[in-house]
């Protein structure tokens, strides 16, 4: 199983961009991670948020691999603990389907992503810079796989 990460946004900044790196060089021989970058929509003054949500939306659903599984990140989605992860981690590669994971503009997602996701994850109530999500997905997409391969990287209580 390979897994996608297609965020909206571009150009992280160079400690975000570092951190995912490592990550996804710690991840690479139990789960090659690609990050995928879509522009995001025009806003500003004068400029309608929704339209640009639904712009970010196309190009999103526009990036989607047919037949993977797809995760939307989402502050009403399912809150899981580093091994409830773990456990679905397993459960997705049991699948048999690559795995996507979306992150969506500032204003979330628009509501054609979160239709055509197959499930919500979210990382709990706080609100978070979507480049800072990327880093924190990669890390916890790690220290899944790491549960699962029995390494010593989590040491949860």
């Known amino acids: 199983m390979k897994a996608r990460l297609i965020a909206v946004g571009e150009r ?25 970058e879509i522009e995001p929509g025009l806003r500003g003054k004068g400029r309608d948020a ?29 809150a899981w603990t580093s091994e409830q992860l773990a456990q679905r981690l397993q459960h997705w590669r049991g699948g048999g389907r690559d795995l996507v994971l979306l992150i969506g503009g500032p204003e979330g997602h628009a ?33 899944a796989a790491a549960l699962l391969a029995h390494h010593p990287y989590h040491r949860g209580a």
């Open 12 to 36: 992280a900044p160079a400690w975000v961009a570092a951190g995912f790196a490592e990550y996804r060089k710690r991840l690479s021989h139990w789960l090659p991670l690609e990050l995928v």
């Open 50 to 78: 929704a339209r640009a949500t639904a712009d970010e939306g196309a190009r999103v659903l526009a990036a989607l691999p047919k037949s993977a599984q797809v995760v939307a990140l989402d502050g009403r989605g399912k």
């Open 111 to 143: 509501p054609q992503v979160l239709a055509a996701a197959d499930e919500t994850w979210s990382l709990g109530p706080l609100t978070l810079p979507h480049m800072l999500v990327r880093l924190l997905v990669a890390e916890q997409l790690y220290r």
